[in-house]
C-alpha cells in the first residue's frame, strides 16, 4: 500500500506541473508548448509504471491515468503516443511472455473507451460536475481482464481490480480538477484583468490600459489626444443618460479605427486617445477626418457634435509623458483656437550650441504655455501644501517655455538673509541648493535699489552682462561664485532678464532667464509674460508663507501644550515671535500686578544686548498698545518718541503686541523689531493678533498651572511635616532630605521634571508611617522580628496613599513605595534588585539614609558625615547602587552639599561609640 500511496502523490505532483504549463487565457494554439505537456504526459507515464505496486508478474499503478487525460483532451492518436515509451520500458523489462498481451490489452482498453467517452461526454474536459465523477472509472473498466489470461492473473484478479478501477478512476477526477482549477483562475485573472483594463461605459481600453500601451510605443509611434466641444451642453440638455448614449456611439466610431492599425481609448470623460504605430499616420489623419465628418452630420438625436484633437509624434528617446504634454498642448490649442480642428505639433529643428549643447527651442505656440503654467498654479494653489522643489520646477519650466527667447534659467526664493536656488532649468547639475546673499542679488540686478524693490524687469546684454557677473562673483564665496561659472553656461548666454518677484514691499524671489541661441534676446513681450510668472510666484509664495504661519503656529500651540521641560515658556514664545514674523529682535515684558511695571523676562535675543527692561505704567510703546488695547506699528522707530531706549535700538521699524487675559487685564506686550527697510505690513499685524491671543492664554495657563504647583506642595509638605509631627526626634529630616535629594539630583544631571518627581517622592516618602502604632514607632531600643514586619508596611501602605493624590508626578510612587529597595534584592517591599530599582528611589535611599546617620536618634547619636559616609561605602553594591555610591561620596567629600550645619551633642568623653543597631542602614530614616 505504501508503494500505491508514493504512486498517487507522484501523479499529484505531475498532474500540477502539467497545469503549470498553461499560463495564459485563451490556451495558445503551440506547437512547443503542446509538445511539452505530451512529453511531460509520457514521462509521468513512465514514472508511474517504474514506482509501481507488484503483484506477481503484474503491476498495479496509476500508468493508465495521463493516457487517458491525453486521449480526453488531445485524441487517441495523442494518448497512443504517451503510452509508446511506457509499452516499450514494460515489455523489455519483463520476461514473462504471458505478460505481453496483458500489457497490450489494457493498454487498448484505455485508448478505446477514453476515446468513446471523448465523443459521447465533453463535460470531462471543461467543468467536471461532482454528479460526474463515476464516469471517471470508465475509461479503466477494461484494465486488469487481462490477467484472466494466466493462472497467477486468474488468483489476483479479485483483488486487483477494484483496487485497479477505484485508483484510476480516483486519480484521473484528481488530475481533471487540478487542470481544470487551473484554467478556471487563468479564464478568471483574464476576465478581471480585461475589467480593469477596460472602460465599463464604452467598452473601449481604459487609462490604466492607455497608459501601459503609451509606455510600449516605439519611436515613430502617434499619439492623438481627442475631446467633444461643449459636451457640459449635451448632459444638461439630454441628461447623463444622453451623454451616455453619445459616448457610446462615439467609441463605436472609434474602434472601427481598429482595422486601420488604430487601437483607441476612453482616458477620461469625453476624452480619447488613439495610438498607432509610425507606418500608420497618414491612417491615424485620415481616420480622425472621417470621424469628424461622422459626428458633423447631425445624425444622433443630439444633433451635432463637433471634436478637438491634437497630435504628435514620439521622438527619439523621449519620455512617454513628454509624448503625452505634447499631444495635450496640441490639443489645448485645437480647443482655444476655435476648436472643431486637428492641430499637429511639429517642433522646431534644434540647432546646435557653440558647446556643443542642443539649444532649446521655442514651443509652438508660447500663448499655450503661459495658459498651461496658469493651470499648474492654480493647482499648487489649491493644494494648500508646503510647496517642493519639484514644484519650483515646474513652474520655472513654464516659465522658460513661455518667455520668448529663453533657453534656460534659474529661481531663487528668499531664505532669511540669503536666497536659496529652489529650481534651474538648463543648466548643469549642482545649482539647486546654492545659498546666495542678498548683497549678490542685489549686484547682480544691477539697477537700483528702488528699482529692485520695486520689482522692475531688468534685461543685460554685451558688456553690461560680464560686469553683472563679476560684480554678483565678487559678493560671492569664492566656491559659490565658481560653481555659478562653471554650471551656468555663461559664454553662450546672450542676454539676460531678471525679475524680482515683491511681497508686501519686500524682494522674495528672483525669476533669472537667460537667452541662449545666437542673436537671441528679450523683447518688451518677454518681459511681459515674464512679470506674468513673477505674479504667479508671488501669490504661491503669498500662500506659502500663510500655510507656513498656520502650521508654525499649530506646532507653537502643540509643543507648548505639552508643557516643555527646561526652557522658560517666554523663551519659546520670543524665539516663535522672532521666526514667524521675520524679526531681528524680539523681547516679551511681563506685568508685574503689584509694582505696576513691565519688565523683561526670557532671553534677550538682540546683539548687542541691551539689558534688563522695566517700564514704568505709562511708558513706552509697549503700555501705549496696552492702553489702546491694539497692535502699534511705527515705521521708525527713531521719529517715535513714546520708544524706550530708541537711541540704544539703532534704525528700524517696531510693532508691540499687548498681551490681555481672558477678562481684560494687562498680562504684558511682546515687542518686536525689523530693518528699516522692511516695515511691518497689515499682514504682519494680523499674523501679531493670532500671535499675541495664544501667547496671552498660554501666559494665563502657565500661571494658573504655577499656582496649582504651589498649591500641591505646600500641601505635600503638611504632609511630610504631619508625619514628623509624631516623632520629635525625626522632626526636620524631610526638609533636609528633600534639599539633599534635590542637590543630588542637579548634580546628576536630572531634568527638571525628573527633579520634580524626586522632590515630591521625598516629602511623602514616609508617610506611610501614619498607619505605624507609636509604640512601634518611636521605640527606643532593637525592634522584634514582627515589629519589624510592622515597619516595613509603610512602604506600600505610603504607596497606596500616594496613589490617591492626584497630579502627583508618577515617579514620585516609585520614591515613596522603593526607597528601602537593596541593589542586592535583600530589600523590601517588592525586593527588586540592582536597576530594577527606580532611579529615584536610588538616588533618594543614599540621601535618606546619609541624613538619617548624621542626625540624632532615640537609640543613638548623630554620626560625623565622614562615618557616615564609611557606611555608606561598605554598603556599596550590596545596598546601594555603587555608581551612585561613589558620586554622592566625592560630591559630599567636595562640599557640594554646603556645609553640614551644626551637629547634636555627641557622646560623653570615655564612652565608647556603641555598634549601631541592625535598623541604622537597612531602614533607618
Not at 139 to 161: D, I, K, N, Q
Not at 555 to 562: D, K, M, Q, V, Y
Not at 899 to 912: I, Q, Y
Request: proline content about 6%.
Amino acid at each position: 500500500m505504501t508503494s500505491l500511496l508514493l504512486n498517487f502523490c507522484l501523479l499529484i505532483a505531475c498532474a500540477f506541473g502539467f497545469s503549470l504549463t498553461y499560463r495564459e487565457w485563451p490556451v495558445r494554439r503551440s506547437a512547443a508548448e503542446h509538445t511539452l505537456r505530451l512529453v511531460l504526459a509520457a514521462g509521468t507515464t513512465w514514472l508511474l509504471a517504474v514506482y509501481s505496486m507488484e503483484l506477481g508478474p503484474f503491476r498495479v499503478d496509476l500508468r493508465y491515468v495521463p493516457v487517458a487525460l491525453v486521449t480526453l483532451y488531445f485524441g487517441p492518436l495523442r494518448g497512443a503516443l504517451v503510452a509508446a515509451p511506457m509499452l516499450v520500458w514494460r515489455l523489455l523489462d519483463n520476461a514473462d511472455p504471458g505478460v505481453a498481451p496483458v500489457v497490450v490489452l489494457h493498454f487498448l482498453s484505455v485508448l478505446g473507451l477514453s476515446t468513446l467517452l471523448r465523443s459521447r461526454l465533453p463535460t470531462l474536459q471543461t467543468a467536471l460536475r461532482w454528479r460526474d465523477l463515476w464516469l471517471t472509472a470508465l475509461p479503466f473498466l477494461g484494465v486488469g481482464w487481462g490477467m484472466l489470461l494466466t493462472p497467477e492473473g486468474r488468483e489476483a484478479f479479485a483483488l486487483s481490480y477494484p483496487l485497479r478501477l477505484l485508483l484510476g478512476g480516483l486519480g484521473l477526477a484528481a488530475v481533471l480538477l487540478i487542470l481544470q482549477s487551473r484554467l478556471r483562475l487563468l479564464h478568471l485573472a483574464h476576465t478581471l484583468r480585461t475589467q480593469a483594463h477596460t472602460d465599463p461605459l464604452t467598452g473601449l481600453p481604459n487609462r490604466r490600459q492607455f497608459d501601459r500601451d503609451l509606455a510600449a510605443l516605439g519611436t515613430g509611434g502617434h499619439l492623438a489626444l481627442l475631446d467633444l466641444d461643449h459636451f457640459k451642453a449635451v448632459n444638461d440638455r439630454y441628461g447623463h443618460s444622453g451623454g451616455d448614449r453619445a459616448l457610446r456611439q462615439v467609441a463605436g466610431l472609434l474602434r472601427d479605427l481598429g482595422a486601420d492599425g488604430v487601437q483607441a481609448y476612453r482616458v477620461g470623460g469625453e476624452e480619447f486617445a488613439l495610438l498607432a504605430g509610425a507606418a500608420d499616420r497618414g491612417r491615424l489623419g485620415s481616420g480622425i477626418g472621417k470621424l469628424r465628418v461622422r459626428l458633423g452630420r447631425g445624425d444622433p438625436p443630439w444633433g451635432t457634435l463637433t471634436l478637438s484633437a491634437g497630435l504628435a509624434t514620439r521622438l527619439p528617446a523621449e519620455a512617454e509623458g513628454d509624448l503625452l504634454r505634447r499631444a495635450d498642448e496640441a490639443l489645448y490649442l485645437a480647443k482655444t483656437n476655435g476648436r472643431d480642428q486637428l492641430v499637429v505639433w511639429t517642433p522646431r529643428p534644434a540647432q546646435a550650441s557653440p558647446a556643443g549643447r542642443p539649444v532649446p527651442t521655442d514651443p509652438p505656440q508660447p500663448r499655450h504655455s503661459v495658459w498651461q503654467a496658469l493651470r499648474t498654479t492654480v493647482g499648487l494653489l489649491a493644494g494648500r501644501r508646503t510647496l517642493s522643489d519639484e514644484d519650483w520646477a515646474e513652474v520655472l519650466s513654464h516659465a522658460v517655455n513661455a518667455v520668448d527667447g529663453a533657453g534656460c534659467g534659474t529661481l531663487d526664493i528668499r531664505e532669511g538673509r540669503g536666497f536659496r536656488v529652489v529650481a534651474a532649468h538648463g543648466y548643469g547639475p549642482g545649482l539647486v541648493g546654492l545659498t546666495l546673499s542678498e548683497a549678490s542679488q542685489q549686484r547682480w540686478y544691477g539697477g537700483s535699489l528702488a528699482a529692485w524693490r520695486a520689482g522692475e524687469a531688468r534685461v543685460v546684454r554685451g558688456e553690461s552682462l560680464a560686469r553683472a557677473y563679476a560684480e554678483s562673483d565678487a559678493e560671492l564665496d569664492s566656491p559659490e561664485a565658481r560653481l555659478l561659472s562653471d554650471v551656468g553656461r555663461r559664454q553662450e548666454v546672450r542676454a539676460s532678464l531678471c525679475l524680482p518677484v515683491v511681497l508686501e514691499g519686500e524682494v522674495v524671489a528672483h525669476l533669472n532667464l537667460d537667452a541662449l541661441a545666437p542673436g537671441g534676446d528679450f523683447g518688451p513681450q518677454a518681459a511681459g509674460d515674464a512679470v506674468l510668472f513673477a505674479q504667479q510666484i508671488a501669490a504661491l509664495l503669498h500662500l506659502q508663507e500663510r500655510w507656513n504661519e498656520l502650521s508654525r503656529l499649530v506646532e507653537l500651540h502643540t509643543s507648548l501644550g505639552a508643557a516643555p521641560e527646561g526652557t522658560p515658556l517666554e523663551d519659546h514664545l520670543t524665539r516663535a515671535a522672532q521666526d514667524l514674523l521675520r524679526a531681528k529682535y524680539a523681547l516679551l515684558l511681563r506685568h508685574d500686578d503689584p509694582s505696576g511695571t513691565l519688565h523683561s523676562t526670557g532671553t534677550e535675543r538682540h546683539d548687542p544686548p541691551l539689558g534688563p527692561v522695566e517700564l514704568p505704567r505709562g511708558q513706552g510703546l509697549a503700555w501705549a498698545a496696552l492702553t489702546a488695547r491694539r497692535v502699534l506699528r511705527v515705521p521708525d522707530l527713531q521719529t517715535d518718541p513714546r520708544i524706550f531706549r530708541r537711541e540704544r535700538l539703532g534704525g528700524g521699524a517696531m510693532m508691540a503686541v499687548p498681551l490681555l487675559s481672558s477678562q481684560d487685564e494687562p498680562l504684558g506686550a511682546l515687542i518686536l523689531i525689523r530693518e528699516p527697510e522692511r516695515p511691518f505690513g497689515e499682514a504682519d499685524e494680523h499674523l501679531a493678533l493670532l500671535l499675541g491671543s495664544l501667547a496671552a492664554r498660554l501666559l494665563e495657563r502657565d500661571a494658573h498651572l504655577g499656582d496649582l504647583r504651589a498649591t500641591l506642595d505646600a500641601a505635600l509638605e503638611t504632609l511630610g511635616v504631619a508625619v514628623e509631627l509624631r516623632d520629635f526626634e525625626t522632626q526636620g529630616h524631610t526638609e533636609r532630605v528633600t534639599h539633599l535629594a534635590l542637590t543630588f539630583g542637579a548634580a546628576l544631571g536630572l531634568p527638571a521634571g525628573r527633579l520634580l518627581g524626586l522632590r515630591q517622592g521625598a516629602a511623602l516618602h514616609d508617610i506611610g508611617k501614619l498607619g505605624v502604632p507609636d509604640a512601634v514607632l518611636l521605640k527606643p531600643g532593637r525592634l522584634t522580628p514582627e515589629e519589624r514586619l510592622l515597619i516595613e508596611t509603610h512602604a506600600p501602605r505610603g504607596a497606596e496613599l500616594a496613589a490617591r493624590i492626584p497630579f502627583l508626578h508618577p515617579e514620585a510612587h516609585g520614591v515613596v513605595r522603593s526607597h528601602h529597595e537593596r541593589w542586592d534584592g535583600t530589600g523590601y517591599p517588592d525586593g527588586l534588585r540592582g536597576e530594577g530599582v527606580p532611579l529615584l528611589a536610588r538616588i533618594f535611599a543614599l540621601c535618606d539614609v546619609y541624613d538619617a546617620l548624621t542626625s540624632d536618634r532615640p537609640y543613638r547619636a548623630a554620626l560625623s558625615p565622614e562615618e557616615a559616609l564609611a557606611i555608606l561605602e561598605a554598603g556599596r553594591g550590596t545596598q546601594f547602587d555603587p555608581a551612585l555610591t561613589d558620586r554622592f561620596v566625592a560630591l559630599q567629600r567636595a562640599g557640594r552639599f554646603g556645609p553640614p550645619g551644626v551637629l547634636p551633642t555627641r557622646a560623653p568623653c570615655g564612652e565608647s561609640l556603641s555598634p549601631l543597631p541592625e535598623r541604622s542602614v537597612a531602614g533607618e530614616d
